[in-house]
Structures are given as structure tokens and as C-alpha cells.
């Protein structure tokens, strides 16, 4: 079966510690996308990348870091540099062609600062 | 910019009830508009999506409608059921743009 898988779906970090999250897909999508889901507020932007090997900051990049080596994966750093990290991250997927395409998301990865 | 709100954040309705969530946005000129459903501690879940062209899209018990002039769009649920009980979103792409994303209506079917 196609999709998009996360890991893990529950993350805890110390203070300082640097995160990677995972986000793998076999759809054979060409743009994928990191979001941010805080409560009460709409998804935000984190990373999104069109094609291999190239990624655009979103909205909320500060922080954050990504890589694009295969085009079934981009995994998700979260740095030492974003204070309030707390929230729950969300990977999709388009065909490409260009952003605003019909998306499809993964199950989500819950991270914690403790 | 894009704005995208929803209206009301939370709803609560009888089982087999139709009912309607609202979509607001405030640019116009956009390029496709798509419902998702998420239930608590998951990820979305695509519903619906309609071009820029399109005037409604229909899956199932599901009716999305699209008024571009007026910047909205509704979703019908028709018949509602316990097992619709989830938050529903609407995300809106403009052309050449990422989709905005807005907050979500919490809806509860009770039985």
C-alpha cells in the first residue's frame, strides 16, 4: 500500500538536544512538506521541498533543518535553537508541479521537551 | 496574504442530523481548495479537493461546494453519524503558493 509513514510517533527531548524526526514515502511524490500543529491554531509551514537535492524555508523555519538526498525521504531536525518546540509534526506529500497540489499526510510525530 | 478561517470552532449535533461547516478566505484568485478530517492524535485525512474551475465535489455523504466570489466554501455532511465525530479543516492554495491552513471546526455527533 502507498503512503507516507512518520517515526517515531512519540519523541522526548532534553534541553539542548538536537531531534530528528522521519518521514518516508512511497507515492512517488515529487514535493514534500514539514508542518507544525499547535493547539487551537491552523497548520503552519515549517520546510516543504519541490524536488531532490533543494528545499524553501515556510513560515516558521527558524529553528528547524532539513535535507532532501532521496526523493522518498526528508527527515526533520529540530535544533537546539527553537525555544518552544513542544507540538505536533505533521509530513505531506504532492505530486510537484508546483506548491498548492493535493497533499496527503503522515500519522504525525508527538514531540515533548522535558 | 491568504486567511483562511472557520467558523464555528466547535459544533455538536444529533445523530443523523444534516449539517454544514463553513470555509472563509480572503484571496479569491486561488487554485484549489481541500477538506481534510482529523481525529484526535492523527494525522489528516483528505476528503475532498476542488480546482479552481470546479463548483462542488461530491464523495459518499460528502458535498463540497466552492464561491469563489463570495470567498467561501461549505462542506455537507449529510445524515450525520457517531463516527463523523472528528475536527474538520479546510486548506486553500492560491497559484504558485502554498496551501494556508485554517483552524478547524471540532465536530461531535452524538449518538
Known amino acids: 500500500d502507498g503512503g507516507i509513514t512518520q517515526s517515531p510517533k512519540y519523541l522526548f527531548r532534553k534541553e539542548g538536544q538536537n531531534v530528528t524526526l522521519s518521514c518516508e514515502q512511497n507515492?512517488?511524490?515529487?514535493?514534500m512538506y514539514w508542518y507544525r500543529q499547535d493547539p487551537g491554531q491552523g497548520l503552519r509551514l515549517i520546510y516543504y521541498?519541490?524536488?531532490?537535492?533543494?528545499?524553501q524555508k515556510g513560515d516558521i523555519a527558524e529553528g528547524y533543518s532539513v535535507s532532501r538526498e532521496k526523493k522518498e525521504s526528508f527527515p526533520l531536525t529540530v535544533t537546539s535553537a527553537q525555544k518552544n518546540p513542544t507540538a505536533f509534526y505533521l509530513c505531506?506529500?504532492?505530486?510537484?508541479?508546483?506548491?498548492?497540489?493535493?497533499?496527503?499526510f503522515g500519522p504525525g510525530t508527538r514531540l515533548t521537551v522535558l | 496574504k491568504q486567511e483562511v478561517t472557520q467558523i464555528p470552532a466547535a459544533l455538536s449535533v444529533p445523530e443523523g442530523e444534516n449539517l454544514v461547516l463553513n470555509c472563509s478566505f480572503t484571496?479569491?484568485?486561488?487554485?484549489?481548495l481541500q477538506w481534510f478530517r482529523q481525529d484526535p492524535g492523527k494525522g489528516l485525512t483528505s476528503l475532498l479537493l476542488?480546482?479552481?474551475?470546479?463548483r462542488e465535489q461530491t464523495s459518499g455523504r460528502l458535498n463540497a461546494s466552492l464561491d469563489k466570489s463570495s470567498g467561501r466554501s461549505t462542506l455537507y455532511i449529510a445524515a450525520s453519524q457517531p463516527g463523523d465525530s472528528a475536527t474538520y479543516l479546510c486548506?486553500?492554495?492560491?497559484?504558485?503558493?502554498?496551501?494556508?491552513f485554517g483552524p478547524g471546526t471540532r465536530l461531535s455527533v452524538l449518538p
Open positions: 505531506a506529500s504532492s505530486i510537484g508541479g508546483g506548491p498548492g497540489n493535493e497533499q496527503f
Open positions: 507515492l512517488n511524490h515529487d514535493a
Open positions: 521541498s519541490q524536488i531532490v537535492n533543494d528545499f
Open positions: 484571496d479569491s484568485a486561488i487554485y484549489n
Open positions: 476542488i480546482q479552481s474551475s470546479q
Open positions: 486548506a486553500v492554495s492560491c497559484y504558485g503558493q502554498n496551501f494556508v
